[in-house]
């Protein structure tokens, strides 16, 4: 087994990468075959190990070159498993390693926004995970160092990814003409993990795992929005446009808590949202859109099935109704490969920017404000957080 470079012969650990590699890890580090961007991901959690560690192994381009964490225990768990180039369990030495060009943020909500600053101040592009934020100063701050900084952030709204959305939000920007309506449910099952138990790995935890202060569980409301709500909003921003202002009422019958939302885009279409977490039924997800030229709808699945959204798009242009199949929905893989695309040639991000990931704070916040105001509440007059 080829196992990474460190301070330290293993199993020791310093955190440090200073020692020259043997021969063998040479070859493994400067052979011509090797994928020649490195992506340092920050974060042994959950999402991370279900995710963001093996899409960096799979990606066109790309390779997983180094992992960061303070709780050792669990971070060589993951090496074991994941063989990165290098490990470190400080921060800083990752950033100063100047072979990283991209970090992923895998970390707790809260610190997203500090460790994509300090990523972006280093000089490397970073991949933070959503929600950008929780509030909406620190995701404008965040939008703003990266202005500064010259470098891609991308917002892990990793739906924008599913193949079928993407034609969606293609079909509906080229074929059905002026927007009308658009509804989009997100509901969460009551047999989720019964469901996708079976399809991820076996997720390591350690008592030594930095989190953050308190149970961000405790608030259960707030927990959603971020978690949940985040997908809502950023999916109806991507197929419907900005957003200018919400109306939300908020059902907390059976143990249930349903968001029910009026939404009025920026470009005159009426919204309707529903998140529910938790139906009791399958997963729930979808939308319909309706233009003057045409109309969309589809289904999406439990995101852990890894399977396209089933699309279908009518337009009165060729009186034909249009349903793609078959496309590879890797999203989390995908959005690597969009990040290394974007970082090595300039193109355009097909994923969430900072800008989009500001609005979708201003959408949650938004969201939040209105259930406590019973009124409508313009997404450019919010402030604070959730």
């Known amino acids: 087994m080829n196992l990474p470079i460190r301070g330290t012969p293993i199993p020791a650990y310093t955190g440090t990468a ?19 961007f490195n992506i340092g991901v920050l974060g042994c959690g959950q999402i991370a190990q279900a995710a963001h560690f093996v899409a960096c192994r799979k990606a066109k381009a790309a390779q997983l070159y180094a992992i960061c964490d ?15 180039t290098v490990c470190y369990t400080a921060y800083d030495k990752m950033l100063a390693d100047d072979a990283v060009d991209a970090v992923v943020i895998a970390v707790a909500d809260q610190f997203h926004v500090p460790l994509a600053v300090r990523a972006l101040e280093a000089g490397k592009h ?21 202005e500064r900084a010259q470098r891609v952030v991308l917002v892990g709204h990793e739906k924008r990814y599913d193949p079928g ?23 969460d099952s009551t047999y989720r993990y019964s469901i996708t138990n079976p399809l991820q790995p076996v997720i390591e935890s350690s008592a030594a795992a930095r989190r953050p202060g308190g149970n961000p569980k405790a608030d259960r409301q707030r927990y959603l929005v971020l978690g949940h709500g985040s997908h809502l909003l950023d999916t109806a921003r991507y197929l419907g446009g900005a ?7 908020l059902s907390t019958k059976a143990d249930t808590l349903a968001w029910f939302l009026e939404v009025d885009f920026e470009n005159g279409c009426l919204g309707q949202l529903d998140l529910t977490v938790a139906v009791r039924m399958d997963w729930w997800e979808g939308f319909q859109v309706y233009g ?10 439990n995101p852990w099935y ?27 893989r995908l959005q690597v490969e969009d990040l ?13 920017t900072t800008a989009d990931g500001v609005a979708s704070v201003r959408a949650m916040v938004a969201l939040a404000r209105s259930v406590e105001s019973g009124d409508w509440v313009r997404l450019a007059d919010v402030s604070g957080g959730l």
């Open 165 to 187: 959305v993407a034609f969606a939000h293609d079909f509906i920007q080229e074929r059905i003409g002026e927007l009308i309506g658009l509804k989009h449910w997100y509901c």
């Open 243 to 249: 957003i200018h202002a919400i109306r939300a009422r």
């Open 126 to 146: 970073v991949l933070v995970e959503k929600p950008m934020s929780t509030t909406v100063e620190d995701a404008e701050d965040l939008l703003a160092a990266g």
């Open 292 to 301: 003057s030229e045409g109309s969309v709808v589809g289904q999406l699945y």
């Open 340 to 352: 290394v695309a974007a970082a090595t040639t300039g193109q355009p991000l097909r994923g969430a």
């Open 306 to 332: 890894f399977k396209a959204a089933e699309v279908r798009a009518f337009s009165t242009r060729d009186d034909q109704y249009h349903q793609p199949i078959g496309a590879d929905a890797d999203v989390f």
């Open 70 to 84: 303070s709780a050792e225990d669990l971070l060589d768990r993951m090496v074991a498993i994941h063989q990165p």
């Open 18 to 36: 200073t020692d020259v590699p043997t021969q063998q890890e040479s070859a493994l580090v400067t052979s011509t075959d090797a994928p020649s």
